[in-house]
């Protein structure tokens, strides 16, 4: 997949994201790193956002977080698994627990980060989640 940049010329993306959190400036800052490090990346406040854009849209990795208000992460992530079982799902909050860290685990969350992420562990995660997710052989 390519889009041009600033300077004409064109740019391979590396996949298609779609992040999820219900506070918009950590939608931004997110959308706004994995864009400069090539990802076409797409953005949804909430659970039901979230749903709308995966009907339209064959994404290579969610990164949600945990607390949307509406549902949750991992509601997300069930969600996901239903549609495609190779697409790893990443999971945010600024409320860690091992409970909920191995409940999320348990059904296949690739990852599951700390608020505040840091950018090299966050960019570290995506990259090999992606490079471990399986492609279907033609």
Do not use: W
């Amino acid at each position: 997949m390519m889009r041009p940049n600033k300077g004409n010329k064109r740019v391979r993306l590396k996949g298609k994201i779609l992040v999820v959190d219900d506070m918009g400036f950590i939608l931004t800052a997110l959308e706004m790193l994995l864009s400069r490090e090539g990802y076409d990346v797409s953005t949804a406040c909430s659970y039901f956002g979230a749903m709308e854009k995966m009907t339209r849209i064959d994404f290579n990795l969610v990164l949600t977080d945990i607390d949307l208000g509406d549902k949750t992460g991992i509601d997300v992530m069930k969600e996901v698994r239903k549609k495609d079982l190779s697409c790893p799902v990443i999971l945010h909050t600024a409320a860690p627990n091992i409970k909920a860290e191995t409940e999320a685990r348990r059904m296949g969350a690739y990852d599951y980060l700390s608020k505040p992420i840091e950018r090299e562990i966050l960019l570290q995660s995506v990259r090999t989640a992606l490079s471990r997710k399986t492609v279907p052989i033609l």
